[in-house]
């Protein structure tokens, strides 16, 4: 696939060297495509909502930080289950790392298809965001000035 449009590995479109990982690169994106029924890049005359979806490895990544993978998944696919769906998306993102050193080997690709390697858990990259803790303050105000939430 190297020189295909969308299916090329970052590092190669830098001037970086091939690689296994960057045949990895091209894997996840053609697992995308198999799973979502579309190719990597389709513009449209569509409305905006529908032009955030053009590109299919910003889509899934997006999916992938609100959770939901198998929204992403091509609802013509028969005899595919959820957790089937779920894992093939998945190992296609592990795949799409933008670091070749943290994509996995063809090797453990195959292997967690198969059922022989555990899937990991995504990168935080395609994670969502976790509930945050810290409470925003409003802005400060100025030494002086008024304080009307507490009783004189």
């Not at 053009?54 to 005899?79: E, F, P, Q, T």
Request: charged share 20%; net charge positive.
């Amino acid at each position: 696939m190297r020189g295909t449009v969308c299916y090329v590995a970052p590092e190669y479109g830098g001037g970086g060297d091939l690689s296994e990982k960057s045949d990895v690169y091209s894997f996840g994106v053609l697992l995308l495509v198999v799973m979502a029924g579309r190719r990597p890049l389709q513009v449209t005359n569509s409305p905006m909502s529908e032009f955030q979806r053009a590109n299919l490895i910003h889509w899934a990544r997006n999916l992938a930080r609100a959770g939901k993978l198998i929204d992403l998944v091509d609802g013509s696919i028969r005899g595919l289950d959820r957790e089937q769906a779920t894992l093939c998306v998945t190992v296609a993102l592990l795949c799409l790392q933008k670091s070749p050193a943290a994509r996995p080997s063809m090797k453990e690709v195959v292997g967690m298809l198969s059922g022989g390697v555990e899937v990991p858990a995504l990168p935080i990259e395609f994670s969502p965001s976790p509930p945050s803790r810290v409470r925003f303050k409003s802005k400060q105000r100025k030494k002086g000035s008024l304080n009307t939430d507490k009783p004189l």
